[in-house]
C-alpha cells in the first residue's frame, strides 16, 4: 500500500493560516503523518518559522487563492480555480495525496472536491457526517448534516449503510446500532420522506433499531443518527448554539453571589473537564462520504488541537480504507447511482 | 363579554389527575380564574380533598374514557369518544368554556379539538407553537412543533402571521422580529421548501427578518421562529435531550473530586435558578393555534405549576383575543383557506 499523506488546507478557518499549521505540525510530531500543507507559500512559511519542523514530514504546496466564508460556494469553487481547496483537491486526484483536512467554507469544500474527484461511482449523493458526544461516552455519528437539503427516501438508506461502515472501521463497534431521526419512535411517526425511508432501513443489512427522536441523540443508545441534510444541519447548529447558551447562562447565575462564585472556582476544573466531553475538536471534524478520496471538513472556528484530530481521522479513514468498503458494500446490496429520476 | 372559564383536562398527565388538580386549584387560587376538571369523576374528587377549595370556583365534568400516551393519537381521538379531551372539546363548543388545558397525548389532544371545533375559517393548518427561554431574558416562540410535519410554503406563512400575533398580543412585543429556520443566513439558503416560503414571508406584512439558523435560536435576537413541524419537533426535542444530557454529564464531572463537590454545594442555588430559566413549566405549555377555541398543550411529564401556568396562559389568549386577532388579520390580508389544492 502507498504510504498515506495528507493534505491540509492552510487558509480555511477562521485563524488561517496559525491553526492550521500548528495543528499540521502536531500531527506530523505525534502521529508520524506526511502532511502537505496547501495554501499561500509566504504566510505558511511564515508560521512554520515559529514550530521546530526540523524532522518532520511536512511539504509546502503553493495556491494563489483564497476563498472565504462569506462568499458562494458554488462561485467560489467554480471560479476560483486556484483556491488552496481546489489545489487540494487535485493533489489528491493527481498526486497521491490520500485524504484532505479543511476547516475553509464548507459549501466551497463540498462543492471543490465534489467538482475535482467526483463521487464514488455507486454513491447517488455524498454525505456529511459529524460525530456528537454522548452521555455514555461513545460518540455517536450524525449524518447527512448539509451536504443535501432535499433527499430522496433511496438517499437517507445509503447514508446509513454509509455511516455503519464509518462506525464499524473507525469506532471500531461491531454491530453500530442504526437510527432514523423522526418524531416519534412508532413506525408510523414521520414526514413522508422518513416514513419511506423506514421501509427501506428496515429491509437494509443494517441494525436498525428504527425511529429516534432529538432527545436520543445525546444519550448514547444509538451509535448512528440518519437524517435529510436541512433537518441535520439545524440539529447541528441548534446543539452548538444551545450549549453555548447553556453556558453563558449558568455563568450568570453562578456570578450572582459570593457563595455561588466560589462554588464557580472550585468546581471549575470540573466544568473544563466537560466542556472537553462536549469539544467538537476532540472528534476531528465532519468526514465527507460517497467522495472518491477523504475530505475532513472542519468548523472555521477550529483550533490547532481540533485540525490535529481531523488529521488523525482522515489517516484512520485512509488506513481502513472507508471508500474501498463503501463501494464493495454497495455494490453487494447491488446498489447503483439513480441516473436521471431524481 | 362572558366571563372566562378554562376546562383542565384531569387525566391526562404521567401523574394524573394529581398535578391537574393541584395545578387548577392554585390557578383559581391564585388568578381568580373559574375553572372545569374534566375527567374520572371519582378520582378528580379524591385529589380535590387534598386541597382547600373552600372559595374557589372549581366544577367537575365527568368523562368515562382516558387516553394513554401509548394509544394511537387518531384512532383514540376518533374512538373515544367520552375520553376527557373529547368532552372538554365539546364543552368548549357547548357549553361556556374558553380554553381548554391538557397534558395528555399531544396528537390526541390536537385530533380531538381539530375533530370537535374544527380550525378557524381562514387557517388552513393549524400550528403547534412553544416557548423557548433565551439568553438575553426574552422568550422565542418557535411554531410549529409538530402540528404538521409536511408543509407547504404558505403554511409558514400563516404559521409566521399567526406567531406574530401570538407575540404580540401575549408577550406585549410591539414589532417582534419573525425569522425562518433555515441552514444559512443568506437569502438563497434553504431546502426547496424554506426558499419558496422565504419570498412569501418577504412580502407578509410582518417584521420579518431572514433566515436564522439553529444556533440563534437561543440567542434572543429573534422573537418567533418558523418551520415546519417535523424540523420544530425535532428542534424542541433535541434541546430538552440536549439539556438533560447537559447536566447529567456536569454533574458526573463535579462529583469526581472533593473540591468540585464542595465547588457543587455552593453553586446550588445558582444551578436551581438556572434550571428554572430553561424550566418549560415556567412558560405555560404549547398553545395550539388556528383552531376554533384555545388549547395549550403541556408535556407530559408537566408538574403543578406547569398546570397553573397553562391555565395563566389559556386565560391570556383568551381575555386578548388571539383567534379573532388571527382570523382579522388573515382576511384583512385576503388569506382564505385553500381547498382541494393540498
Same mark, same amino acid.
Given at each position: 500500500m502507498a504510504e498515506i499523506k495528507i493534505a491540509v488546507d492552510a487558509m480555511g478557518s477562521d485563524q488561517a493560516p496559525a491553526v492550521e499549521v500548528e495543528g499540521a505540525v502536531q500531527a506530523a510530531a505525534e502521529y508520524g503523518i506526511p502532511i502537505v500543507l496547501v495554501g499561500r507559500e509566504d504566510r505558511v512559511h511564515d508560521q512554520l518559522r515559529r514550530h521546530d519542523t526540523a524532522d518532520l514530514a511536512i511539504e509546502v504546496v503553493h495556491a494563489s487563492e483564497v476563498i472565504t466564508m462569506e462568499e458562494s460556494a458554488a462561485t467560489a469553487a467554480r471560479k476560483k480555480r486556484d483556491s488552496s481547496i481546489r489545489v487540494a483537491a487535485r493533489l489528491m486526484r493527481d498526486a497521491g495525496i490520500s485524504g484532505i483536512v479543511s476547516a475553509g467554507n464548507t459549501g466551497a469544500v463540498m462543492a471543490s472536491v465534489k467538482m475535482v *474527484? #467526483?463521487? *464514488?461511482? /455507486? /454513491?447517488d449523493r455524498p454525505a456529511l457526517s459529524t460525530v456528537l458526544p454522548t452521555q455514555k461516552g461513545k460518540p455517536a455519528i450524525l449524518l447527512d /448534516? #448539509?451536504?443535501?437539503v432535499d433527499c430522496k427516501p433511496h438517499h437517507l438508506e445509503q447514508f446509513a449503510i454509509m455511516g455503519d461502515i464509518y462506525s464499524r472501521a473507525i469506532f471500531g463497534i461491531r454491530r453500530p446500532r442504526v437510527g432514523l431521526l423522526s418524531i416519534g419512535e412508532e413506525d408510523s411517526k414521520g414526514n413522508e420522506l422518513t416514513k419511506e425511508a423506514f421501509k427501506s432501513l428496515k429491509r437494509a443489512p443494517i441494525n436498525f433499531i428504527g425511529n429516534v427522536e432529538g432527545r436520543d441523540i445525546f444519550k448514547g443508545d444509538v451509535d448512528v443518527i440518519v437524517c435529510d441534510g436541512f433537518t441535520g444541519n439545524v440539529a447541528l447548529k441548534l446543539s452548538e448554539g444551545l450549549i453555548e447558551t447553556f453556558s453563558a447562562m449558568l455563568r450568570q447565575e453562578l456570578e450572582k453571589t459570593l457563595a455561588s462564585k466560589l462554588g464557580y472556582i472550585f468546581s471549575e476544573k470540573a466544568f473544563r473537564a466537560f466542556r472537553r466531553r462536549l469539544d467538537y475538536s476532540e472528534y476531528g471534524g465532519a468526514p465527507l462520504l460517497g467522495i472518491k478520496g477523504i475530505t475532513i471538513v472542519c468548523h472555521g472556528r477550529s483550533n490547532a488541537n481540533a485540525i490535529k484530530n481531523a488529521v488523525r481521522v482522515a489517516n484512520d479513514f485512509c488506513k481502513h480504507n472507508v471508500n474501498r468498503a463503501i463501494e464493495t458494500e454497495f455494490t453487494k446490496l447491488g446498489i447503483t447511482r439513480t441516473v436521471g429520476v431524481l
Open positions: *474527484l #467526483g463521487t *464514488l461511482p /455507486v /454513491v /448534516v #448539509g451536504a443535501n
